[in-house]
């Protein structure tokens, strides 16, 4: 929902950081497998406990994900690059949820799942529209220059990252923030598939 609002706020700074690196031989794959190691590092601290080490850790991974964009942008974007960063951004996604449980299974076990299950049918309306918005030559740079199209919702990644920040924060909220926020995704899937399906028609 926000990300599109953000975009203008954070891709300068993104760009300009994303050449120095690039200048220096730093490569949009490598960020992006360094951001997924520190994604599953915060996923490891969370489980053990260590919830602001595992915050810490997903700010790393939100770091490397902005930059390997960047990169990409300043080097040329290639088809490798773009599937790599989905679908280890998905795992990352993935991960978090599975380790609050891994955490507290007695008290985060139900919550997690849902809110994964939320993940996993927002993820799908989102893929499938991109395979057939490729076919069809549809193109949107809502939410910047991405390699896929990307097709806007109420959870998206800015919101996605405040929660689990939340979660981190206030570890013993969890149940209730990953409930509302599998409730939130689940429209968003809704809205997804309901908008894929008239674009497609």
Known sequence: MFDARLRPLIDPPLGRAGAWLAARGVTADGLTVAGF????????????????????????????????????????????GGYL?????????GLVPLAFAAADPERNAL????????????????LAFAVMAEKRGLKTSAQGDKSLFYLAGLAEG?????????????????????????????????ARVVLGARALR
């Open 37 to 80: 190691a520190a994604g599953v590092a915060a996923a490891a601290a969370i489980a053990a406990g260590a919830f602001l080490v595992g915050l810490a850790l997903i700010g790393l991974n939100r770091l490397a994900d902005g930059l390997d964009g960047a990169v990409a942008r300043t080097t040329g974007k290639t088809d490798r």
């Open 158 to 190: 800015a919101e996605t990252i405040a929660v689990f920040a939340a979660m981190c924060v206030f570890p013993a909220a969890f149940p209730a923030l990953a409930g509302a926020f599998a409730a939130l995704t689940g429209v968003s899937a809704v």
């Open 111 to 126: 919550a997690a799942a849902a809110l994964l299950t939320a993940f996993y049918v927002n993820g799908a309306a989102f």
């Open 85 to 93: 960063d989905v679908t280890l951004d998905f795992a990352f996604y």
